[in-house]
């Protein structure tokens, strides 16, 4: 009795392990949504990501992502500012000291670039003004890493047998 539960372990290790091999691949979870905190300054009759000294005036996310957009009208003087996005009917004004939040979680839908703008301080026609705009930029996702397709099962399974064929020329050496 107690052989046979000795020969139960010797099995019972290698077969987990191999579910184990060829179960994890395919359970893989991916990646979760981030949260997009930015902040948009406007300042200088001109945007700012991030800072009031910034050049940078585009603001990037991904499908998925939620947008935590805050907006601030840091001016010195008493300029009034509007925030304005067609694409997703904002036209917010901001007095001096303002601040505004916008919060999204971008879809397919919203892929693309869209122009923010102020419209006392930019001219021209949406989606092409020129002064004081900037650009929210939506992106689709990286492609994902493939799922582990048949050859990736089969190098799993061929090691499994390797395993096994050693464990049997082991035996017949004793």
Known sequence: MLRRG????????PV??????LMGPLIATPAAAADVNVTLIAKNIGWH?????????????TVGD??????????????????????????????????????????????????FFCIPHSS??????????????????????PTPGFDAILAIVAIGAVAVIIRFSAKRKK
């Open 6 to 13: 000795v020969i139960m372990m010797r099995w019972a290790m």
């Open 16 to 21: 987990c392990l191999l579910v184990v091999l």
């Open 49 to 61: 990501v991030g800072s009031d000294t910034s050049t940078v005036t585009t603001v990037s996310v």
């Open 66 to 115: 939620t947008l935590r957009l805050r907006v601030e009208n840091q001016e010195t003087t008493a300029l009034t500012h509007t925030f304005t996005v067609p694409q997703f009917s904002i036209n917010q004004t901001l007095n001096q000291g303002a601040v505004f939040f916008f919060n999204h979680t971008a879809v397919a839908g919203d892929v693309g670039n869209w122009q």
């Open 124 to 145: 021209g026609t949406y989606p092409n003004r020129s002064g004081m705009i900037g650009v929210l930029a939506i992106a689709n996702p990286a492609a994902p890493r």
